[in-house]
Every structure is written in C-alpha cells, then in structure tokens.
Antibody, heavy 119, light 110 residues
C-alpha cells in the first residue's frame, strides 16, 4: 500500500521560500513507471498542477508555466522522498498543497498541507 | 494554459444517471489519452475515479464510466447514490508537457 506523508510549515512570510517534503512508503521515488507531482488547491484558482519529477534512466522535471520561474521539485533518493520549493511567495500562493503519485492518473495523494502566506 | 471547462453543478435523484462534461482543446483533451476524473469530498484529498479516458481503478464502482469525443471528455455516474455527492474534477495532459484541471462540478443528490 502506497502512502505519501507531507511535512513542512503552514505559515510562510511574503517574499520568502515555501518548502514542503513528501515521504514515500510502498513505492520508490526512483521508480521507472511512476511520476511524483505537486498540486495545490485554493478557492480562487481551484486545482492547479505545479510540476513533477520522474526517473526514466535519468531524472526529468516539468513545471507549470505559471510558476516555473519560482519553483523547484527535487527527488531525494536516500530518503525516498521528494520536495517542493516555491520562491518569492505572495498571498496568492496561499493554498492547500498536495503531493501525488502519477501512475494511472494521480492515484495516491498526500494528506494536504494548508500553507498560508502572511506576515 | 486555461483550465478545462466543466458545468458548475449537476444534480440527480438516487438511481438516476448523470453526465459531467469537460471541454478542452485540441492541445489537451483532443490530442491525448491522459484524461482522468477525480472525486473530492469536503476536507479530503481528491480520489481518482477514471484514468486514461475510460479506465477504472480497482475499487471504484462500475457505476462510474468515462469517455471522450473530440475535445470533450465525459464522466457518467449510473445509479446515483447518496455517497456520490461531491465535487468532481477532470484533468488532461497537454502539448505544453503540463497537466491542467477542470474548474470542478458540484454533484448534488436530490
């Protein structure tokens, strides 16, 4: 059974960096058949795909156009997890952030982390 | 990349069938089989109900079915039940190598 456990702060100040981690159990971040995604949800923007990392003989990253200048998703193979960093956050980045495995749609999701951007 | 277009709400009585549409473009739904549907209850993470247009994950009732025609995908719930009341979202891969989601549809069981 795959489980994704998210961790990270729920409050970030404007202009600072949002950092979240998603620990994987029951699968491997280095899997050749899965991809590891970050998705966020807010009342104003709905569900918004942010990006993904995946391994197919080498590592690939793909990011949403709306955030690609501010976002980094990194695999951490030694800990079997992956991370999200969003730089220069504004109140518009306030949302519930989810990590999700992609293997037949987004089939497993983390529990969600409400991140509020406020001073 | 614009969000996919869904009706804001759909309702039906128990036992009835309802269909939710999801309209995109030739750059997303029209070009890829990677269309999926998600059910979300309040305060919960989304749950995949259909992937790759019409495939149902293990454990999802066969009352849920998916299809695609041109730039529009559809989710049909047959034999509507009270527990089907939730928000539903579609998603598609795109030619920009990103995913987009639909605006969401609230399903009400009357």
């Amino acid at each position: 059974q795959v489980q994704l456990q998210q961790s990270g702060p729920g409050l970030v100040k404007p202009s600072q960096t949002l950092s979240l981690t998603c620990a994987i159990s029951g699968d491997s971040v280095s899997s050749n058949s899965a991809a590891w995604n970050w998705i966020r949800q807010s009342p104003s923007r709905g569900l918004e795909w942010l990006g993904r990392t995946y391994y197919r003989s080498k590592w690939y990253n793909e990011y949403a156009i709306s955030v690609e200048s501010r976002i980094t998703i990194n695999p951490e193979t030694s800990k079997n997890q992956f991370s999200l960093q969003v730089n220069s956050v504004t109140p518009e980045d306030t949302a519930v952030y989810y990590c999700a495995r992609e293997k037949g749609g987004f089939d497993y999701w983390g529990q969600g982390t409400l991140v509020t951007v406020s001073s | 990349q614009s969000a996919l277009t869904q009706p804001a709400s759909v309702s039906g009585s128990p036992g009835q069938s309802i269909t939710i549409s999801c309209t995109g473009t030739s750059s997303d739904i029209g070009s890829y089989k990677y269309v999926s549907w998600y059910q979300q209850h309040p305060g919960k993470a989304p749950k995949v109900m259909i992937y790759d247009v019409s495939n149902r994950p293990s454990g999802v009732p066969d009352r849920f079915s998916g299809s695609k025609s041109g730039n529009t995908a559809s989710l049909t719930i047959s034999g509507l039940q009270a527990e089907d009341e939730a928000d539903y979202y579609c998603s598609s891969y795109t030619s920009s190598r990103i995913y987009v989601f639909g605006s969401g549809t609230k399903v009400t069981v009357l």
